[in-house]
């Protein structure tokens, strides 16, 4: 018993990773946003966002420019880049094959990663901590400042996409392109510029996943590889189709990563997450997994 993690450390370990779920929640709203209007997903998703973070460090760090200017700055580049990734890639490859986009996206991986290599450099480094470094001796925990930001914005955000996803025209917009492009276009919805802006919106949630992941890591072209996996393992154990379980699913993985990296080491974590994934494909019923209705 003596190898055991103390309460203190067990519960500071999971309110870290509770918030780390948060914003494993909020980059699943996007791959959800992205899924719902085009049925199409990304590789090339997580890299867009590492270029706002990345780009961002180089901005203020490198050039010198003020911290927020640079943060904008960021965050346009992928918005320009996921809206461009749906507009050039997407939208063009499925018309050649079905699952073909799937292919191209995961070269716009390995373009982005490459070509940020060889203009930031392939080192890690450390970014504006955004609340970070700063915390508070809990009675029985420490509270990592950032934790409490990282849950109001991701859970603001998120209901705010619930609402308007269920409650108004855009919801509709979206549902309509997704199920019959044609039928919409010939009800007056400009299909190409819904789906477009969808995903510029998706590239938007993905920059600020990333600067906020890169705020309590480091910065590098690979950083955001782990959270993509985990993204995409918490939205296929949850269903694409699907609103609540996904994002849900997202923050209690943070949680277990979290809590499997203090029991037994951070090289377990990433196996636990498949373990996770392989038991469910598994053990689930065969009507989850197949179900393609939308849930609230």
Request: glycine share 10%.
């Amino acid at each position: 018993m003596s190898g055991l993690p103390k309460p203190s450390d067990i519960l500071t370990t999971l309110i870290a990773g509770l918030g780390t779920g948060c914003l494993y929640a909020l980059f699943v709203l996007g791959i959800i946003l992205m899924f719902r209007v085009s049925k199409q997903v990304s590789f090339a998703y997580g890299q867009t966002g590492m270029i706002a973070a990345l780009g961002s460090w180089f901005l203020y760090e490198q050039r010198v420019l003020p911290v927020w200017m640079a943060l904008v700055a960021g965050l346009g580049a992928a918005i320009v880049i996921s809206g461009a990734t749906e507009m050039f890639v997407i939208r063009r490859a499925s018309r050649i094959r079905p699952s073909f986009d799937l292919i191209v996206t995961l070269g716009m991986f390995l373009v982005l990663t490459a070509a940020a290599e060889q203009v930031f450099g392939s080192e890690s480094h450390a970014y504006v901590p955004l609340l970070a470094d700063r915390g508070w001796n809990a009675p029985g925990a420490y509270l990592n400042m950032s934790d409490p930001l990282v849950a109001v914005m991701s859970g603001s955000i998120i209901v705010i996409a619930y609402l308007a996803i269920k409650r108004t025209g855009l919801g509709v917009s979206i549902r309509a392109c997704a199920e019959d492009p044609a039928i919409a276009q010939s009800f007056g919805v400009n299909v190409g510029l819904v789906r477009t802006g969808v995903w510029m919106l998706g590239g938007l949630i993905a920059g600020l996943v990333s600067i906020l992941f890169a705020s309590r890591l480091f910065v590098d072209t690979s950083f955001m590889l782990p959270i993509l996996i985990n993204g995409f393992v918490a939205a296929m154990v949850g269903g694409l189709e699907r609103f609540w379980a996904p994002v849900l699913v997202a923050v209690l993985l943070g949680a277990y990563e979290s809590l499997v990296g203090l029991f037994f080491g951070s090289t377990a974590s990433v196996p636990a997450i498949f373990v996770v994934l392989i038991v469910v494909l598994t053990a689930a019923p065969s009507r989850w997994i197949a179900d393609e209705q939308v849930r609230p």
